[in-house]
């Protein structure tokens, strides 16, 4: 009978289990340059529906919409990102911090100096690219609610119900 060598399996390099290794490492938490605490938050994000939001405004209850259309060109700086590994790497976007996101630039856009009031169904049609920030009436409702009514998905059923009820409080 041979002799049979023993021999040892390979168990991989001693970095791959390295907790410090790279590919080992989860992402670090993203990272808004510009964000408001909660508590100094004035807005809470009811639904995101299509490419705008709608929100709720903490301190009278009033339903407002967010033109969130191509926001990260004005609002770069209230919306999360990965940091940079070094100065060559683009910024990555962060998926699922949306609702901070909008509420942070509801609230800068309220609290700014600068923010005209043109609310309901005449400032939505007569909006330009600076305006952003809307509060519901009832014709701007039935506007929405028909954008959204076509739309499928939780999401957007629960935003078309919300609308609804507006509605029908006016």
Known sequence: MKHIKPFKLYEGD?????????????????????????SKRDFVVLGTPGDNCILRRKSDG????LDTEDISL???DYLYYYPADDEDDDEE???GYEDEEYANIATAIINSKNFIYLGGYRGWE??????????IDLPLANVLMSDYSTKSGEEYRKADRLLSRFAESL
């Open 126 to 135: 007569n909006r330009g690219d600076e305006m952003r920030l809307f509060k």
């Open 93 to 95: 976007r962060a998926e």
């Open 62 to 65: 009033s339903l407002w919409v």
């Open 14 to 38: 001693p970095w791959d289990n390295s907790p410090s290794a790279p590919f080992n490492i989860d992402p670090e938490t993203p990272v808004a340059y510009l964000e408001f605490p909660e």
């Open 74 to 76: 004005d609002y770069h």
